[in-house]
T-cell receptor
Framework: DTGVSQNPRHKITKRGQNVTFRCDPI?????LYWYRQTLGQGPEFLTY????????KSRLLSDRFSAERPKGSFSTLEIQRTEQGDSAMYLC?????????FGPGTRLTVL | AQTVTQSQPEMSVQEAETVTLSCTYD???????LFWYKQPPSRQMILVIR??????QNATENRFSVNFQKAAKSFSLKISDSQLGDTAMYFC????????????FGGGTRLMVKP
């Protein structure tokens, strides 16, 4: 069990640019979740996958956001035309049962 | 929709003392789980303790225990013999027992353990 990894750990971008984050879950975990956490707040659910199928998306996930999990392994979260309001920590979590394992997160700063 | 409320934004405790963090939630569900997660500064979130709603017995994990009051929709965390390494943000979280199993988090309590 090597844990959940996320890359990059930090991303600084200019408004209007596209960014992509990657999450590598624990290998036997079939469920993968993306959350967004703004400073001083609790994480908020964005979307989740069971294997390769994206089964639910939050209303927080605007049309500029897209997530994939090809082959049910790693997942990517892309934000197009970034806005300053997208600045946050993006957390990935995976699980097989009821206990989520979180990655270290990707901190996005949009200038 | 579920909501989770943590009414204490910040708390402090002396090393070796006991501290209790509060959490209330609102749901119409009968079958669910409750969790406390710890997020140390600049480090990833880790699970501290979990409670199944159908279990009346309060969960314990070493120095961590909960007081689960289902009727009152209250789920507090007690940390005994506080250690400096307990300094962190603590998040209470709710999970419905359904297909999605996503977490709904409270706003967090920042705990500072003082030497």
């Amino acid at each position: 069990d090597t844990g959940v990894s996320q890359n990059p750990r930090h991303k600084i971008t200019k408004r209007g640019q596209n960014v992509t984050f990657r999450c590598d879950p624990i290998s036997e975990h079939n469920r993968l979740y993306w959350y967004r956490q703004t400073l001083g707040q609790g994480p908020e659910f964005l979307t989740y996958f069971q294997n390769e199928a994206q089964l639910e998306k939050s209303r927080l996930l605007s049309d500029r956001f897209s997530a994939e999990r090809p082959k049910g392994s790693f997942s990517t979260l892309e934000i197009q035309r970034t806005e300053q309001g997208d600045s946050a920590m993006y957390l990935c979590a995976s699980k097989r049962g009821t206990g989520d394992h979180f990655g270290p997160g990707t901190r996005l700063t949009v200038l | 929709a579920q909501t989770v409320t943590q009414s204490q934004p910040e708390m402090s405790v002396q090393e070796a003392e006991t501290v209790t963090l509060s959490c209330t939630y609102d749901t119409s569900e009968n079958n669910y789980y409750l969790f406390w997660y710890k997020q140390p500064p600049s480090r990833q979130m880790i699970l501290v303790i979990r409670q199944e709603a159908y279990k009346q017995q309060n969960a314990t994990e070493n120095r961590f225990s909960v007081n689960f009051q289902k009727a009152a929709k209250s789920f507090s965390l007690k940390i005994s013999d506080s250690q400096l390494g307990d300094t962190a943000m603590y998040f209470c979280a709710f999970m419905k027992h359904d297909a999605g199993n996503m977490l709904t988090f409270g706003g967090g309590t920042r705990l500072m353990v003082k030497p």
